[in-house]
T-cell receptor, first 109, second 114 residues
Framework: AQRVTQPEKLLSVFKGAPVELKCNYSYSGSPELFWYVQYSRQRLQLLLRHISRESIKGFTADLNKGETSFHLKKPFAQEEDSAMYYCALSGYNTDKLIFGTGTRLQVFP | ETGVTQSPTHLIKTRGQQVTLRCSSQSGHNTVSWYQQALGQGPQFIFQYYREEENGRGNFPPRFSGLQFPNYSSELNVNALELDDSALYLC?????????????FGAGSRLTVL
């Protein structure tokens, strides 16, 4: 079955602390993995995708095929990182996404 | 360049009624996908339209149907509404066939079924 699991509903950290939002997936084949973010009162938007191998707003995510994980990391959290984060996957060359249930990140001052 | 716009933003219906939600895709995008997001859940894929044809469907009953128009705008229709249809309905557009797999989302239409 194709599935994305985000085990944490809520993650609370203080400003400057490291952040890791967990994402595990189940997919037969070679998926493409994404992180989407929704800031307060804004629409869902792409944060990063694994094939780009880039860092956006200080966030990185590495695809670990052995552990079927795509955890999102940031070494020093900022208050403006507070948002809802969704991990998602799609098959190759398709833009149909399977989303996880999301993790709310709260960064306290 | 305009983004994805959806209408209406909020609406309330009663069980058994029918609803039509509308979506204008981002300029240059030819593919529209619809997602249902229930409270506390991630978005769930309903279906996708590419060049006016349905191009994939998720696990939703036939009372969920859609259309895409020549200008690539789209409608989502839900018949015989049930209480569990209460959710945020998201439209997303993309440039299909590019393999880019990047969706641009609208703000959503929040449907409440009483």
């Amino acid at each position: 079955a194709q599935r994305v699991t985000q085990p944490e509903k809520l993650l609370s950290v203080f400003k400057g602390a490291p952040v890791e939002l967990k994402c595990n997936y189940s997919y037969s084949g070679s998926p493409e993995l994404f992180w989407y973010v929704q800031y307060s009162r804004q629409r869902l938007q792409l944060l990063l995708r694994h094939i780009s191998r880039e860092s956006i707003k200080g966030f990185t995510a590495d695809l670990n095929k052995g552990e079927t994980s795509f955890h999102l990391k940031k070494p020093f959290a900022q208050e403006e990182d507070s948002a809802m984060y969704y991990c998602a996957l799609s098959g190759y060359n398709t833009d149909k996404l399977i989303f996880g249930t999301g993790t709310r990140l709260q960064v306290f001052p | 360049e305009t983004g994805v716009t959806q209408s209406p933003t909020h609406l309330i219906k009663t069980r058994g009624q029918q609803v039509t939600l509308r979506c204008s895709s981002q300029s240059g995008h030819n593919t529209v996908s619809w997602y249902q997001q229930a409270l506390g859940q991630g978005p769930q894929f309903i279906f996708q339209y590419y060049r006016e044809e349905e191009n994939g469907r998720g696990n939703f009953p036939p009372r969920f149907s859609g259309l895409q128009f020549p200008n690539y705008s789209s409608e989502l229709n839900v018949n015989a509404l049930e209480l569990d249809d209460s959710a945020l309905y998201l439209c997303a557009s993309s440039l299909g066939g590019s393999g880019a797999n990047v969706l641009t989302f609208g703000a959503g239409s929040r449907l409440t079924v009483l």
